[in-house]
């Protein structure tokens, strides 16, 4: 397999305060990632970093063995969806329709190759029949679902994700768990904030546990025992517990 993300002595601070701490890792192609650890962890922090989001204190990140900005284009990002402005005025097939923008040449607009690509991707997800609707008037679960078909639109090598599954129905978790499962199996590289523990072995083939510094990366089997995750959550470990971790 070849290295898709290569992170090494990052360190991010907010108003002083350190956020992410020395984490360093390797990430092959084709795996499925989750990123874990309790409540102010830095699992977001650490997504908006890699992607210069937000600026980093220190540290090196490459994506496909290159600076992110120079493979920008091979990258695919769903943020949370308190970061998306749901009343802005645009179609479920025009929203979708902008992850085509990428790859397309210098003051180029999408046609009609990219409008069916786009309503291709659409029905990956199972949202043709909502393609008109402005993106306001869905469900959490179908909105999530469009913006993973904006970002399959892209074409992309490497996708993130913020925390894909709140507020979302089972049905559209499945669906989501499903692709994201697919693209690995396709060479692609996915890497999912994940809050929802009891889960996580079923989503995911490796996991990245944080709290500020990195706990523990690797396979789930390896990550997901007891006495490592108890170094991450620590007071919460006996609720943790009882949920069989």
């Not at 399959?152 to 996708?159: H, S």
Request: net charge neutral; proline share 3%; with cysteine.
């Amino acid at each position: 397999m070849s290295n898709a993300i290569s992170i090494q002595d990052l360190h991010v601070s907010y108003y002083g305060n350190e956020a992410i701490k020395g984490v360093s890792l390797s990430i092959d192609a084709g795996n499925l990632v989750g990123i874990i650890g309790p409540n102010g962890a830095g699992k977001s922090t650490l997504i908006k970093s890699l992607l210069n989001l937000i600026p980093m204190d220190k540290g090196n990140v490459s994506i496909l063995g290159q600076k992110v900005k120079d493979v920008r284009k091979k990258i695919a990002y769903v943020p949370q969806r308190n970061d998306i402005d749901w009343d802005f005025p645009i179609t479920v097939l025009d929203a979708v329709l902008i992850g085509t923008y990428p790859n397309l040449k210098l003051f180029k607009r999408p046609g009609k190759k990219e409008k069916e690509w786009a309503y291709e991707c659409l029905q990956r997800v199972g949202m043709e029949e909502f393609s008109k609707r402005q993106i306001g008037e869905l469900s959490g679960g179908q909105q999530q679902r469009v913006f993973l078909a904006r970002a399959l639109a892209q074409k992309a090598e490497v996708f993130f994700l913020d925390e894909p599954f709140v507020g979302v129905d089972v049905a559209s978790e499945e669906t989501i768990v499903k692709i994201l499962k697919e693209l690995c199996g396709q060479g692609k590289t996915v890497m999912v904030v994940h809050h929802d523990l009891s889960k996580a072995t079923h989503y995911f083939n490796q996991l990245v546990l944080l709290n500020k510094e990195l706990i523990s990366y690797g396979s789930t089997t390896e990550v997901f025992q007891s006495n490592v995750i108890e170094k991450a959550y620590q007071g919460q470990f006996a609720f943790l517990t009882e949920m069989g971790v």
